[in-house]
């Protein structure tokens, strides 16, 4: 009434009321129940509802709790200070003192004969510990005394004889243990627990089970500890038989067998768990055994029928054990229920340990070490025994252990598929289980099974095939026939009249799910081969189960339409589910849908199911014929299926919050996508809808903003790519059209006009792209967030901000990659004026990448070829002088990385590529040119890398006499002094020298090549002076470094080899200098000669030219 008045002043008055009566009333009718309306008041008005009332409410209840005379009035009095105190909370707190003083002091003097009085102390105790919480870890002495009157009481509890007072001493103990475990002695708590295990009282074993429940969580290794050393304590008392000689673990299971309550059941459950999770890693043989004898008990029992005796003396043993007195409790086998959980806990096992220590999988590995540490024990030494449970499971005569013993066996075929038999190289441990498995799966295929289990067994079969373990086929057909003996449930007529129409939808979408599993593994594996190999088991059904999944996933399309859109549902159901199952078929869609529109997708484009797939007739007996798209043509079908599967993919991929789909879901989609698009009949189609393409584009950025994962971000990147690819091919086709309407296929159209249909063909034909109409934008945005994900300092806005730092894994370059790799063609989908509009962008972003590329140590590679890319784009002539004011822009953007002290090998590759492949006119300008130049010199100073990288530039730069001139007027010289400094330091015998000279030698070779025939002459005498001054003569060779050894080779067979190619020009240079002569005949005779250790002690040491470089370059002429 006060709850539902809601009233300050009634409550007062009710409560007033009340003390009035206490204080005068002396029958025990009287107190008992104005107890209770105190108690009843501060419970359902709550604590501060009541807060006025409490110190009058508790003095009184105090008092009439100590009233010896009258133990009805003491246990309502008791009961009712337990709903205060549990009401109350922090403001009980000044009254826990004497609420203990007196529960202590009730404990001493009542006689155990008021059971009720003890149990309601036990509860009022119970109320107090949980007022004081975590208090209770203080080491205060209020705090001390106050554990100490519990546990006190507590002790008092447990020593009663009353089942239900202890029942409360073993909650009080578990609450205290809740905030003060330290404070819990477990030695002596564990054994009471497991003393009540055995009792006969519901409640009591209830409660010793939800402490045990509590205790496996935090200390399970301690619990099972104390539990064995009460083995022999326990097994003594005259409670019914426990298995204590098997630990705690086992007479839990052998509690499952007995006990019925749901809630008993439950935390008897819970504690095993625990326990499991904390000690199967130390005791994966106990559990492995445990698990073993309660699944293959029933076996044992099930055999155990009368059989003739095979001698006298086990006759004369039957005989003295008749006389025996019969056993209370004769032994059963476990119950279906507890051998579910057994499964369970085997499922559980392998999980646990998947994740952890490799040699759990790795048999030559876990031997080696169980060789080395006897005491360690791996799960892949019991292999035998996990095949032996989930057969045994899965050929039960339960239903729910089937079930169990198929999903175990799944867990076995994924776990230990690719483990490798030592004894038997090429083979995986597996195949000697083949005939197990496949009689495990053969039962729940006969007609009599029930649809859910059936639909289980498919999924195992799919991972048995899939899982590559019978490598031969003629070893994957009986699994196999299984699979295939299931079609015949997807034909018309074949629904089992024994279950519901929903257990057929799962049935069937199971099965479907498995074929499609199966066939996407078979064409895996045909890539990678090309061998006979599972896709010839799976060809045969193909063009019914074409049928079948695209009637699934168009089922699946339409039960996933918004509810305003149930009036399109088809009244007579769809191909799997009925209109009056509608809603119960939905999860079986839900479940089933991934792997069937991977499949579809699969077969649509890589099995030529658009090509002529979807043109043949399907078998009589489907249940999905088709026959309306027979007269459509093929361009109508191949459109119907397309949107209907790349619907499917963008509706999962929008879904928002809970409805998401899950990370394995979303893969297939991405994957289903990518695959559809690299069929030409797809990306024809989408490179027809412009707004269908911004749309996917849009889901592309929106997927990349959600998701972290690289392989995600991958995929993002290659549907991306298709859809360039598409319009590429879209642009490319109306580009032919427009010029065919030019004039006749055998006459070139006129420049003018082909120049016009350039300029109409593509984006931004007037200067502009909008968002939200353009493919170019759309796909700008994606690459935009993708590379600034990776590499924030790309935007000035998060560039000041903290971001993970770019790691130097393969995965981020590939990404990087794939992003500049999209970037780069997106100006061959716009038009010459859209093509400007969008440089800007794409050079500052392919620049910025090259730039984080060289201060974090990426490779710069693919950032250079998309750049060269992008410089040698052409232009129209109406705006080549804007096209090259912002080559020049991003050339000089890069010449100033060199005053930064940027690494300078990539700043040689990015200037070259300007140098080599864009126009002329980008760097004929002296503000560009000269910077260019000064920066090859400063190379050649540089460390020897630089050097190389610089070496090898110049001379793709100097082999092209249309642009070499200045630069070999400017860094020629140089290049002939770093040659000659690598000939002084060549005698240290460092191999990167000897690299920088070779180098040099190519790169004087190409001015060779590249002079005029007027400076042909005085260039070969420069030539053949330097190689001269590389030759070793007599004992210079036999005390030089291998390196030098090595040049002087270099030297001479270029010497050799520039004679016979410019004669005129070689024997003049030759003859202007005759000690060049000399040298050359010298160097000749050395190394004809034959090597005997000995010297020509008449010839003195010649004496070798010192270079001068006195040619000047600056009238060079190319």
């Known amino acids: 009434m006060a709850q539902v008045v809601g009233d300050a002043f009634f409550v007062a008055e009710m409560a007033q009321h009340s003390f009035d009566r206490l204080r005068t009333a002396r029958d025990a009718v009287s107190r008992t129940g104005h107890s209770l309306a105190l108690g ?7 604590g501060m509802g009541s807060g006025q009332h409490l110190n009058t409410s508790v003095s009184i209840l105090l008092a009439l709790a100590q009233d010896m005379n ?7 009095a008791l009961h009712a ?5 549990d009401s109350g909370g922090p403001m009980f707190r000044s009254y826990v003192e004497p609420t203990l003083s007196l529960a202590l002091k009730l404990l001493l003097n009542m006689p155990p004969s008021h059971v009720d009085v003890h149990q309601c102390i036990g509860k009022c105790l119970s109320a107090v510990l949980t007022t004081v919480g975590p208090e209770l870890q203080g080491n205060s002495s209020s705090m001390s005394t106050a554990r100490s009157s519990l546990l006190v009481a507590c002790s008092i509890m447990q020593a009663h004889g009353d089942a239900l007072v202890q029942t409360e001493a073993i909650a009080c103990l578990q609450q205290l243990h809740m905030f003060a475990p330290r404070h819990v002695n477990l030695a002596s708590l564990v054994p009471v627990l497991c003393a009540a295990l055995g009792s006969s009282h519901l409640l009591l074993r209830r409660a010793a089970v939800a402490c045990l429940r509590q205790l496996s969580q935090r200390e399970a290794r301690e619990v099972c500890q104390h539990a064995t050393l009460q083995e022999e304590d326990q097994s003594g008392c005259r409670a019914p038989p426990l298995p204590w000689d098997g630990g705690l673990p086992a007479v839990l299971f052998a509690l499952l067998d007995r006990e019925e309550d749901p809630r008993l059941v439950s935390d008897i459950h819970d504690t095993l768990v625990g326990i499991l999770q904390a000690t199967v890693h130390e005791d994966l043989g106990m559990w492995l055994a445990l698990c073993k004898d309660v699944l293959t008990a029933a076996t044992t029992a099930d055999s155990s029928g009368p059989q003739p005796a095979e001698d006298d003396e086990e006759d004369d043993e039957a005989e003295e054990a008749i006389r025996e007195e019969p056993a209370s409790h004769p032994a059963v086998g476990p119950r279906w229920p507890t051998r579910v959980f057994a499964a369970q806990c085997l499922h559980r096992i392998m999980t646990a340990l998947a994740n952890t220590d490799s040699c759990h999988f790795d048999l030559a590995r876990a031997r080696e070490k169980r060789s080395l540490y006897p005491s360690e024990d791996f799960l892949v ?25 198929l999903k175990t066996l799944q867990l076995v075929i994924e776990q230990f598929s690719q483990v490798p038999e030592p004894e038997f190289p090429g083979h995986v441990i597996l195949e000697q289980y083949q005939a197990q498995v496949g009689a495990a799966l053969r039962p729940a295929f006969s007609p009599e099974t029930p649809s859910h289990v059936t639909a289980v067994a498919c999924q195992v079969c799919s991972a048995w095939i899939g899982s590559g373990v019978a490598r031969d086929l003629n070893d994957l057909r009986r699994v196999h026939q299984l699979l295939v003996s299931s079609l015949t449930k997807l034909q018309k007529g074949a629904n089992s009249q024994l279950y519901n129409e929903s257990a057929s939808t799962l049935e069937k979408l199971a099965i479907l799910k498995a074929w499609a599993e199966v066939y996407i593994v078979a064409m895996g594996k045909e890539q990678e081969n090309g061998k006979e190999s599972l896709l010839h088991l799976v060809a045969p059904e193909l063009i019914s189960l074409s049928r079948y999944w695209l009637a699934a996933l168009k089922d699946h399309a339409l039960l996933s339409l918004p509810s305003e859109f149930a009036s ?3 009244h007579d159901g769809g191909a799997f589910y009925t209109s009056e199952t509608l809603e119960w078929a939905r999860p079986h869609y839900r479940d089933a849908w991934a792997p069937i529109l991977h499949a579809a997708c699969l077969w649509l484009c890589q099995g030529k199911g658009f090509d002529e797939g979807l043109h043949q007739e399907a078998p009589a007996l489907s249940a999905v014929r088709g026959t309306s798209f027979l007269q459509l043509s093929p361009q109508d079908v191949g459109n119907h299926w397309f949107h209907l599967l790349f619907g499917i993919c963008i509706e999962a991929l929008c879904r928002p919050g809970k409805a998401a789909p899950d990370p394995l879901e979303e893969c297939v989609c991405m994957q289903a996508l990518h695959q559809l698009l690299d069929h030409n009949l797809p990306r024809t189609l989408l490179g027809q809808d412009m707004q269908l393409s911004v749309e996917l584009c849009n889901l592309l950025h929106r ?10 971000q991958s995929m993002v990147m290659k549907i991306a790519k298709q859809v360039v690819i598409a319009w590429q091919e879209a642009y490319t086709s109306e580009k032919k059209r427009k010029l065919r309407e030019l004039g006749p296929a055998n006459q070139e159209p006129a420049r003018e006009a082909e120049a016009a249909v350039v300029a109409q063909t593509g984006e931004g034909a007037g200067g502009t792209l909008h968002p939200g109409q353009s493919v170019v934008y759309a796909l700008l945005e994606v690459c935009l967030c993708l590379l600034v994900r990776h590499l924030p300092q790309l935007c000035p806005t998060l560039a000041t901000t903290v971001h993970r730092g770019t790691s130097k894994e393969p995965p981020q370059e590939q990404l990087l990659t794939q992003a500049l790799q999209v970037l780069v063609e997106l100006p061959s989908l716009c038009s010459p004026k859209g093509c400007m509009a969008v440089l800007p962008t794409l050079l500052f972003l392919t620049t910025g990448v090259l730039r984080e590329a060289i201060e974090q140590g990426l490779n710069p590679a693919t950032a250079l070829q998309g750049l060269r890319v992008l410089v040698s784009l052409p232009q129209s002539d109406e705006l080549n002088s804007e096209w090259i004011a912002l080559l020049r822009s991003t050339l000089a953007r890069i010449l100033d990385w060199s005053k930064s002290g940027k690494e300078m090998s990539s700043l040689l590759l990015a200037v070259g590529v300007f140098i080599l492949h864009a126009p002329r006119e980008v760097v004929w300008v002296a503000n560009l040119q000269y910077p260019s130049m000064n920066l090859f010199r400063q190379a050649l100073l540089s460390d020897h890398q630089v050097q190389i990288r610089c070496l090898q530039t110049l001379g793709s730069i100097f082999a092209r006499p249309e642009i070499s001139t200045p630069y070999i007027r400017s860094v020629g010289p140089k290049v002939a002094e770093t040659l000659a400094q690598c000939r002084q330091f060549l005698d240290e015998g460092d191999g ?6 070779q180098e040099c030698l190519k790169v004087l070779e190409a001015l060779l090549w590249a002079a005029s025939p007027q400076g042909k002459s005085q260039m070969m005498l420069l030539y053949v002076w330097l190689l001269a001054s590389l030759l070793l003569i007599n004992e ?5 470094s291998s390196c030098r050894r090595q040049l002087h080779l270099e030297a001479l067979t270029r010497l050799l080899r520039v004679g016979p190619q410019f004669p005129q020009e070689f024997r003049w240079a030759v003859g202007q200098r005759p000690q060049l002569r000399a040298r050359l005949e010298a160097a000749l005779r050395s190394t004809t000669r034959p090597q005997d250790g000995t010297t020509e002690q008449g010839r003195g040491p010649q004496a070798v030219p010192t270079i001068k470089l006195k040619t000047d370059f600056s009238n060079f002429t190319g």
């Not at 009258?70 to 309502?76: D, K, R």
């Not at 997927?703 to 995600?712: A, F, S």
């Open 703 to 712: 997927t990349l903003l959600t998701k972290d994962t690289v392989q995600c």
């Open 1036 to 1040: 210079d060779e036999s005390t030089s």
């Open 81 to 85: 200070l337990a709903l205060i105190a």
């Open 992 to 997: 990167e020298v000897l690299a920088v000279a």
């Open 40 to 46: 009843c008041l501060h419970r359902y008005v709550g």
């Open 568 to 570: 399109q549902l088809p």
């Open 381 to 405: 030494l019991h292999l035998s025994d996990l095949v032996r449970m989930a057969f045994m499971a899965a050929t039960s005569d339960s239903d729910p252990l089937r079930l169990e013993g």
């Open 70 to 76: 009258a133990p009805a009035v003491q246990v309502w």
